[in-house]
């Protein structure tokens, strides 16, 4: 193995190279981007806001059964951005965590302790050489009976941490630099449907193209209706329009 190069230190997780790198983990981060989808989540005063692109592989794939937008309780929610085979297995098991502990302790699970198992889980990953980091950062919102809207990301590497705002996958690093100039106020409080739409429009910015309802999936969760809710075209053409009429 030639020093200074990735030959053979990408063959075991738990190998470090000369240079102090993990590439499996770094594979991991690539294969996020792979997918080519950008996700965005906004915080708002009484409410978090999340967009996905949607991308149907085949014309007679039924449009209903793609989605990238998840229930992981009552009051939670996530959008996962990568491989969606690792992000069903993500969520499957999270699922299960949010229902234990519901049962366990007879009220809704706190966001910030939900992503703290996800990452956890994921840090594990890259510990092991008989498993690997799975290829998917999964954006965790909800609504906390004491704390209001909460917003988490959790990456392959296992790290997690609360974002007013935040984006993950192919242009995530466009879409933050956007979000930063949006929200560079650090007062700045946004109502539900400002929520929604600066969502909506950091995602049209990145991509530099006007979408239509049916290629994006929108969810969100409020203070007064805190019930996980994916909204369905008409209620996404409706906040298009405002933005188009408000530009």
Do not use: W
Request: with cysteine; aromatic share 8%; proline share 3%.
């Amino acid at each position: 193995m030639s020093r200074g190069s990735s030959a053979g230190y990408d063959r075991h997780i738990t190998i470090f190279s000369p240079e102090g790198r993990l590439y499996q983990v770094e594979y991991a981060f690539k294969a996020v981007k792979s997918t080519g989808i950008t996700s965005i989540a906004v915080r708002g005063k009484d409410c978090v806001c999340a967009i996905t692109q949607k991308k149907v592989s085949d014309k007679l794939v039924d449009p209903t059964s793609v989605s990238h937008m998840f229930r992981l309780a009552d009051n939670h929610g996530c959008v996962t951005t990568g491989s969606l085979m690792d992000a069903k297995l993500q969520v499957d098991q999270t699922r299960k965590e949010a229902a234990e502990f519901k049962f366990d302790h007879s009220y809704e699970i706190p966001v910030e302790y939900l992503a703290k198992q996800v990452a956890d889980r994921n840090q594990v990953y890259t510990q092991h050489a008989y498993i690997r980091p799975l290829g998917v950062v999964m954006i965790i919102f909800g609504v906390d009976e004491e704390k209001g809207p909460q917003l988490f990301r959790c990456d392959p590497a296992g790290y997690y941490v609360g974002f007013r705002a935040c984006a993950a996958g192919q242009k995530d690093q466009e879409a933050m630099n956007f979000l930063e100039k949006k929200l560079k106020n650090a007062e700045t409080e946004l109502d539900d449907n400002e929520t929604i739409q600066t969502a909506i429009l950091a995602l049209q910015t990145v991509l530099a193209a006007d979408f239509k309802p049916s290629e994006v999936e929108v969810s969100m969760v409020t203070t007064a209706k805190p019930r996980f809710t994916v909204l369905s075209e008409a209620e996404v053409e409706a906040h298009l329009t405002a933005i188009s009429e408000r530009d």
